[in-house]
């Protein structure tokens, strides 16, 4: 029998409260989701860069009806919690921002994210009272729902140029004060950093792996006092990269060695039948 919403839920807040840190990855399409909900993964966060490349848009380019979509369809594909990573909540207003909050609950899963990078290059990052506005619309929201749901409130200064980690710090705590359930600083890259991080609040931290240059593991990252791992968009650009060596193969060599690397049909086919955990 599936589980309902707030079993789900329930699920999602044990594996925060539970020693160590466990790893969420993040599929980027309904098969993907399958896949890793085969292995064993408990729960599952979509990314929404990787959900753009399979629109042919660049990240940040996803309106909030797609979003939308996308959330229900990884929800529908697997039988485990799925959070969501909805960027900014598509509006720079905290409230029209916070109104991507019940359009999220609606569509099955048990969580999402607010973050303070503004899509805009010229000021990347919103100032500092209106993200904690931003944050404080979004827990309001929550508050108002028919269902729990678990909020997670990012600071992007480290992937926006802006490798500050006393603001970064501040701008946790003021999530945390604002009453954000987890909180997320993207991009650190050193165990220093993470310790810092995990140390100045009192809410589960994210840290997110499978960016290039950092070779941290599971039990590294625990020990620094992380809870949650994600993956970002490393496994769709992992898969993108496989494709493009065999195009590249295809046109340059007029081979098709990559088959041997292929999933077996009825492998990928056997992964596709069920929901999974």
Not at 59 to 80: F, I, Q, Y
Request: proline fraction near 5%; glycine fraction near 8%.
């Amino acid at each position: 029998m599936s589980k309902t919403q707030i079993e789900k839920v329930k699920a999602f807040r044990a594996l925060h409260a539970r020693p160590g840190a466990f790893v969420i990855p993040n599929p980027w399409d309904a098969g993907s989701a399958r896949l890793l909900a085969s292995l064993g993964f408990e729960a599952l966060a979509t990314t929404s860069a990787g959900h753009a490349f399979t629109l042919g848009k660049k990240d940040g380019d996803v309106t909030r009806d797609e979003a939308m979509t996308h959330a229900r369809l990884m929800v529908d594909a697997v039988d485990l919690p799925v959070a969501a990573d909805l960027e900014r909540c598509f509006a720079d207003d905290p409230e029209e921002a916070a109104k991507a909050i019940p359009l999220a609950a609606a569509t099955g899963l048990v969580g999402g994210s607010i973050e303070d990078a503004s899509g805009d290059p010229a000021r990347p990052i919103y100032d500092f009272s209106l993200a904690v506005e931003r944050v404080a619309a979004a827990v309001e929201a929550v508050r108002r729902l028919p269902v729990p749901y678990v909020l997670t409130a990012r600071a992007e200064n480290f992937l926006h140029g802006r490798p500050d980690l006393d603001d970064t710090i501040k701008r946790l705590q003021a999530f945390e004060k604002a009453g954000a359930e987890v909180l997320f600083a993207p991009g650190l890259r050193t165990l220093e950093q993470i310790r810092a991080v995990c140390g100045s609040v009192s809410r589960p931290v994210n840290v997110v792996m499978g960016l290039a240059g950092i070779d941290l593991s599971v039990q590294q990252l625990a020990e620094a006092g992380a809870k949650r791992i994600s993956l970002g968009s490393s496994l769709a650009r992992l898969a993108l990269a496989a494709t493009l060596r065999a195009g590249r193969e295809i046109r340059e060599q007029g081979s098709f060695g990559f088959a041997k690397d292929a999933l077996p049909s009825a492998e990928a086919n056997g992964l596709m039948r069920g929901k999974g955990a």
